[in-house]
T-cell receptor, first 114, second 111 residues
């Protein structure tokens, strides 16, 4: 099976702009989670979607949003970008194999805000 | 609240020496714990999950609910084990799909 893919791999934006990141899960997986990874804060959970519904949300401002499509592909959007949004954004998919939280990660999108 | 603590940011050992990466967690429900590894320039990948109780690449981890720990161990470290290791706690019920990660431990295995 092909792994989780994320596009684009790199992005450079300026403060105040908005950005959309895309994630394609492993075929058959219906759950997609998003994480922000920074050197200072580590890996932090943003939100999780299952069957087009957001089921969980982390402690991030409303500028961070997401959605999931009927084919399980997911997008996340960050509006009014701030310098502190510079990070590696990871998405992960889960098929709930063996009934657990086992998640498979994509390579990430490196966002730089200038 | 879910919390994962990895007390060591850096850990250095010599090849052939035993290695133990510590992980403690805080969770009121029934925990689901994982170890993820990130090798240089590679994506985060699952190494172990406590439910499967298997050994991957010589690593094992035992869930100790009394001490709320899930330490990762390997009896003889190899240079290719050098990587960043994350302990992660999975939610249950309404928190399914949310992993809480520790800060990670950078393991360096010297020749």
């Amino acid at each position: 099976k092909a792994g989780v893919t994320q596009t684009p791999r790199y992005l450079i934006k300026t403060r105040g702009q908005q950005v959309t990141l895309s994630c394609s899960p492993i075929s058959g997986h219906r759950s997609v989670s998003w994480y922000q990874q920074t050197p200072g804060q580590g890996l932090q959970f943003l939100f999780e979607y299952f069957s087009e519904t957001q089921r969980n949300k982390g402690n991030f401002p409303g500028r961070f949003s997401g959605r999931q499509f009927s084919n399980s592909r997911s997008e996340m959007n960050v509006s009014t970008l701030e310098l502190g949004d510079s990070a590696l954004y990871l998405c992960a998919s889960s098929g709930w194999q063996n009934g657990g939280n086992e998640q498979f990660f994509g390579p990430g999108t490196r966002l730089t805000v200038l | 609240a879910q919390r994962v603590t990895q007390p060591e940011k850096l850990l250095s050992v010599f090849k052939g020496a035993p290695v133990e990466l510590k992980c403690n967690y805080s969770y009121s429900g029934s925990p689901e714990l994982f170890w993820y590894v990130q090798y240089s320039r590679q994506r985060l990948q699952l190494l172990l999950r406590h439910i499967s109780r298997e050994s991957i690449k010589g690593f094992t981890a035992d869930l100790n609910k009394g001490e709320t720990s899930f330490h990762l161990k390997k009896p003889f470290a190899q240079e290719e084990d050098s990587a960043m290791y994350y302990c992660a706690l999975g939610g249950s019920g309404t928190s399914y799909g949310k992993l809480t990660f520790g800060q990670g431990t950078i393991l360096t295995v010297h020749p």
